[in-house]
């Protein structure tokens, strides 16, 4: 052992530098570096403003006569504050708000008790609402197969842009007012006036967009063929019509030079019959495809007709619409970006969010929501307005509740199902609406496929039309309002106009949101005047105006 110790202490003595500066070697370093790491910590406390942040002092060394007082600091809830943590603040407010609500939900139990059931009359009320159901599967069988004949019609035979424009508005105006008759005189059930109003919409505005880029499309390429003509023995192009002289120069020249308003290929050696190598005139051409192109390409200040560009030729496909029709989004286009698989986790849990939410809305609605209604019927016959004031602000809790499950049900777990089960790639429904500084903000932020549809199909083609800004906002703004009283009133059988007057007010919300965020320079009173004015009295007070009119006007027996 010892001969053994001496021949390993040579190794210890020219270790290497690493062992030399452990701490479990070396005991200074590691006491000089502690006094490092907590000299650095008080340092970094102090920059900070923390004096007293995990800083140990032992009380045995406190005297009396020792200054406390030592520097000017802010109180933590005051403005001149540094940025605090109120993480607990938040708890508070959490645990009290669900204690306020779980007072209520006691207070409902005890009163009505579980409420949750099965009408019996539910059976012979969807016998009513047969027409109804059958004119929506009509509708979504019969409505693609007119719009894609009509397209290849009008692809084949050439049909004028204005005649096949025609037949596409009246087949949209069919295809949004007929299922609504249906609904209304048919006397459908509130649930299955809803659904099918509900799909009514969403066809209405899938197939005015196919119109819409399918008209684009063939305007594209019949302004094409009609700058450019096939030129025979050549995949190139060449002018409808040319003057004589560059006729000439092109039989001199020969056909493969690029002529104005033309598009030629580079020339070859093999298809001039010469090598451009030998002469030097031609020695620049003698050029890659790919800088012969940007040459072709470019045209001379003075040319007056440009030269075309590649147009996608279009074709139309009944699988691809109906791949856009089952997909989540309102606007067509040729292709659209694709997942690489479906996920089986993904679509189930998905399927459970929305299963769990449509639960939890019903619940909420037959348990809180109706008898509340109901009890709210007799302070509308007498005008009280003090009792409909408390009844709005009663009903603002759950209906607020019911409305964000609403939200994560259509636009998160429902879209996200379907985008995964067709593997569509975009899948930007929405975005942070709830940090909404305006009202306008919240309104292109929490429904992005409809906002898209409106830009692209309503406010753009105004502007093209000559229309100001203003005045295509205008527009935008009232089809909104009209789609929003249609699809309350038609299922409900009552029309008010409650609807679309809430939607038409906030216009003026809009203008007056923007001038509290620039007047008072708070982006939270703007944001506190959206969730006010929105979902406090705003939506609820349209549920009791149609949910009186309704319950007096149908279900008063």
Same mark, same amino acid.
């Given at each position: 052992?010892?001969?053994?110790?001496?021949?390993?202490?040579?190794?210890?003595?020219?270790?290497?530098?690493? *062992?030399?500066?452990?701490?479990?070697?070396?005991?200074?370093?590691?006491?000089?570096?502690?006094?490092?790491?907590?000299?650095?910590? =008080?340092?970094?406390?102090?920059?900070?403003?923390?004096?007293?942040?995990?800083?140990?002092?032992?009380?045995?060394?406190?005297?009396?006569?020792?200054? =406390?007082?030592?520097?000017?600091?802010?109180?933590?809830?005051?403005?001149?504050?540094?940025?605090?943590? +109120?993480?607990?603040?938040?708890?508070?407010?959490?645990?009290?708000?669900?204690?306020?609500?779980?007072?209520?939900?006691?207070?409902?139990?005890?009163?009505?008790?579980?409420?949750?059931? &099965?009408?019996?009359?539910?059976?012979?009320?969807?016998?009513?609402? =047969?027409?109804?159901?059958?004119?929506?599967?009509?509708?979504?069988?019969?409505?693609?197969?007119?719009?894609?004949?009509?397209?290849? @019609?009008?692809?084949?035979?050439?049909?004028?842009?204005?005649?096949?424009?025609? @037949?596409?508005?009246?087949?949209?105006?069919?295809? &949004?007012?007929?299922?609504?008759?249906?609904?209304?005189?048919?006397?459908?059930?509130?649930?299955?006036?809803?659904?099918?109003?509900?799909?009514?919409?969403?066809?209405?505005?899938?197939?005015?967009?196919?119109?819409?880029?399918?008209?684009?499309?063939?305007?594209?390429?019949?302004?094409? *063929?009609?700058?450019?003509?096939?030129?025979?023995?050549?995949?190139?192009?060449?002018?409808?019509?040319?003057?004589?002289?560059?006729?000439?120069?092109?039989?001199?020249?020969?056909?493969?030079?690029?002529?104005?308003?033309?598009?030629?290929?580079?020339?070859?050696?093999?298809?001039?019959?010469?090598?451009?190598?030998?002469?030097?005139?031609?020695?620049?051409?003698?050029?890659?495809?790919?800088?012969?192109?940007?040459?072709?390409?470019?045209?001379?200040?003075?040319?007056?007709?440009?030269?075309?560009?590649?147009?996608?030729?279009?074709?139309?496909?009944?699988?691809?619409?109906?791949?856009?029709?089952?997909?989540?989004?309102?606007?067509?286009?040729?292709?659209?970006?694709?997942?690489?698989?479906?996920?089986?986790?993904?679509?189930?849990?998905?399927?459970?969010?929305?299963?769990?939410?449509?639960?939890?809305?019903?619940?909420?609605?037959?348990?809180?929501?109706?008898?509340?209604?109901?009890?709210?019927?007799?302070? +509308?016959?007498? !005008?009280?307005?003090?009792?409909?004031?408390?009844?709005?602000?009663?009903?603002? @809790?759950?209906?607020?509740?019911?409305?964000?499950?609403?939200?994560?049900?259509?636009?998160?777990?429902?879209?996200?199902?379907?985008?995964?089960?067709?593997?569509?790639?975009?899948?930007?429904?929405?975005? *942070?609406?709830?940090?909404?500084?305006?009202?306008?903000?919240?309104?292109?932020?929490?429904?992005?496929?409809?906002?898209?549809?409106?830009?692209?199909?309503? =406010?753009?083609?105004?502007?093209?039309?000559?229309?100001?800004?203003?005045?295509?906002?205008?527009?935008? &703004?009232?089809?909104?309002?009209?789609?929003?009283?249609?699809?309350?009133?038609?299922?409900?059988?009552?029309?008010?106009?409650?609807?679309? !007057?809430?939607?038409?007010?906030?216009?003026?919300?809009?203008?007056?949101?923007?001038?509290?965020? !620039?007047?008072?320079?708070?982006?939270?009173?703007?944001?506190?005047?959206?969730?006010?004015?929105?979902?406090?009295?705003?939506?609820?007070?349209?549920?009791?105006?149609?949910?009186?009119?309704?319950?007096?006007?149908?279900?008063?027996?």
């Amino acid at each position: 052992m010892s001969k053994q110790a001496v021949k390993e202490s040579p190794k210890e003595t020219n270790g290497s530098s690493r *062992d030399f500066f452990d701490p479990s070697h070396n005991a200074a370093l590691a006491a000089v570096a502690n006094v490092v790491s907590s000299i650095r910590t =008080y340092i970094s406390n102090e920059a900070r403003g923390h004096d007293n942040a995990k800083k140990f002092v032992n009380p045995k060394l406190i005297k009396a006569s020792a200054d =406390y007082h030592v520097r000017a600091q802010p109180s933590l809830l005051g403005s001149e504050a540094p940025p605090q943590d +109120f993480r607990g603040l938040y708890n508070l407010a959490f645990l009290v708000l669900v204690a306020l609500n779980l007072r209520l939900v006691v207070e409902n139990f005890i009163k009505y008790g579980l409420l949750l059931e &099965f009408r019996s009359s539910l059976n012979y009320e969807w016998r009513r609402s =047969y027409p109804a159901m059958i004119a929506m599967m009509c509708m979504v069988v019969v409505s693609p197969l007119l719009a894609h004949g009509l397209e290849v @019609i009008a692809v084949r035979k050439r049909l004028p842009l204005h005649i096949t424009g025609y @037949i596409h508005t009246l087949h949209v105006m069919l295809l &949004f007012f007929t299922p609504l008759f249906v609904v209304h005189y048919s006397y459908a059930t509130l649930e299955a006036g809803l659904i099918c109003v509900i799909m009514t919409i969403i066809m209405a505005m899938k197939m005015w967009s196919y119109a819409h880029v399918c008209h684009d499309l063939r305007r594209d390429m019949l302004l094409h *063929d009609r700058l450019l003509s096939p030129v025979s023995g050549s995949s190139a192009f060449s002018a409808a019509s040319s003057s004589k002289k560059d006729k000439e120069k092109e039989n001199h020249d020969g056909p493969a030079r690029r002529r104005k308003g033309k598009i030629s290929p580079p020339p070859s050696p093999s298809s001039t019959g010469h090598s451009t190598a030998n002469s030097p005139k031609d020695q620049p051409t003698n050029q890659t495809s790919t800088e012969s192109d940007k040459n072709e390409n470019q045209t001379s200040p003075g040319d007056k007709q440009p030269l075309a560009t590649p147009v996608q030729r279009y074709e139309p496909s009944l699988g691809h619409l109906y791949y856009f029709l089952a997909a989540p989004t309102l606007i067509y286009q040729l292709s659209y970006p694709r997942s690489p698989k479906v996920r089986k986790r993904f679509v189930l849990r998905r399927m459970f969010e929305l299963v769990l939410c449509m639960a939890l809305q019903v619940f909420l609605s037959e348990q809180y929501v109706l008898p509340l209604i109901k009890n709210s019927l007799e302070y +509308f016959d007498q !005008g009280n307005v003090f009792a409909i004031f408390e009844r709005v602000l009663k009903l603002s @809790i759950p209906n607020t509740c019911i409305w964000l499950l609403l939200f994560y049900a259509i636009f998160h777990a429902y879209l996200n199902l379907t985008a995964e089960v067709l593997r569509f790639g975009d899948r930007l429904f929405y975005r *942070d609406w709830w940090n909404a500084q305006t009202l306008d903000v919240y309104w292109r932020n929490w429904n992005l496929p409809v906002h898209n549809w409106i830009v692209r199909h309503v =406010y753009a083609p105004l502007l093209r039309h000559r229309f100001s800004s203003g005045q295509a906002q205008a527009v935008a &703004f009232a089809l909104s309002a009209v789609l929003h009283e249609v699809l309350v009133s038609v299922p409900c059988h009552t029309f008010k106009f409650w609807a679309f !007057g809430g939607m038409m007010m906030q216009v003026p919300l809009i203008a007056l949101s923007r001038w509290v965020v !620039g007047r008072l320079k708070q982006p939270l009173w703007g944001n506190v005047l959206f969730w006010t004015s929105f979902l406090i009295f705003g939506q609820p007070l349209i549920i009791l105006l149609y949910s009186h009119d309704y319950i007096r006007n149908h279900m008063s027996a």
